[in-house]
């Protein structure tokens, strides 16, 4: 299977602390892409990092790549209570069509 | 409203009946996928279009489950002689190029 998995599968945290998700997959990809599930709704797109790309920010959002070792991470700074979600990492492998999603983390952030 | 849509938002079969499902992409989108979730889990990838060419199904997809894009613009998933395992969230999604995937609100189906 091609499916990443991500690590933590929970995560609980008070407001105001930062938030890392981890994501591991198997094979090459073109890139890998973050999103937010609130429960019951669609997802929601959060980054896009291409395979040539090391680190990329937007907003309290910080995504990084190592392709060395096929690894990407979610660092959510200063979280807040509208931040529980479930995160999920998903990969566009090379020479395919589709993106694969993992497991997810569920985050949890305590008011 | 010019987000992806899809309806219906909720259906509820008997074991055995057929179920159709519709998505309506973002008007340029030329690509659209077709994804299952079910409680806990992420989206599992069911199928792809660009345009109205289907490009790739899931092998885990069986006979039962159909999908259609005529004139790549709408898309609809059809599920024939529904068992209880089909019961699911069924997610659309759109996008352009390899870029991000839009998804819509989903169509969740319960099957008793």
């Known amino acids: 299977s091609q499916q990443g998995e991500e690590d933590p599968q929970a995560l609980s945290i008070q407001e105001g602390e930062n938030a890392t998700m981890n994501c591991s997959y198997k094979?090459?990809?073109?890139?890998l892409q973050w999103y937010r599930q609130n429960s019951g709704r669609g997802l929601v797109h959060l980054i896009l990092?291409?395979?040539?790309?090391r680190e990329k920010h937007s907003g309290r959002l910080r995504v990084t790549l190592d392709t060395s070792k096929k690894s990407s991470s979610l660092l959510i700074t200063a979280s807040r209570a509208a931040d529980t979600a479930s995160y999920f990492c998903a990969c566009r492998y090379t020479g395919g069509f589709k993106t694969i999603f993992g497991a997810g983390t569920r985050l949890f952030v305590k008011a | 409203d010019t987000g992806v849509s899809q309806d219906p938002r909720h259906k509820i079969t008997k074991r055995g009946q057929n179920v159709t499902f519709r998505c309506d992409p973002i008007s340029e989108h030329n690509r659209l996928y077709w994804y299952r979730q079910t409680l806990g889990q992420g989206p599992e990838f069911l199928t792809y279009?660009?345009?109205?060419?289907?490009?790739?199904k899931s092998r885990l997809l069986s006979d039962r489950f159909s999908a259609e894009r005529p004139k790549g613009s709408f898309s609809t998933l059809e599920i024939q002689r529904t068992e209880q395992g089909d019961s699911a969230m069924y997610l659309c999604?759109?996008?352009?190029?390899?870029?991000?995937?839009?998804f819509g609100e989903g169509s969740r189906l319960t099957v008793l």
């Open positions: 990092i291409r395979s040539n790309e």
């Open positions: 094979t090459s990809i073109n890139n």
């Open positions: 279009f660009q345009n109205e060419a289907q490009l790739e």
């Open positions: 999604a759109s996008s352009l190029e390899e870029g991000e995937l839009f």
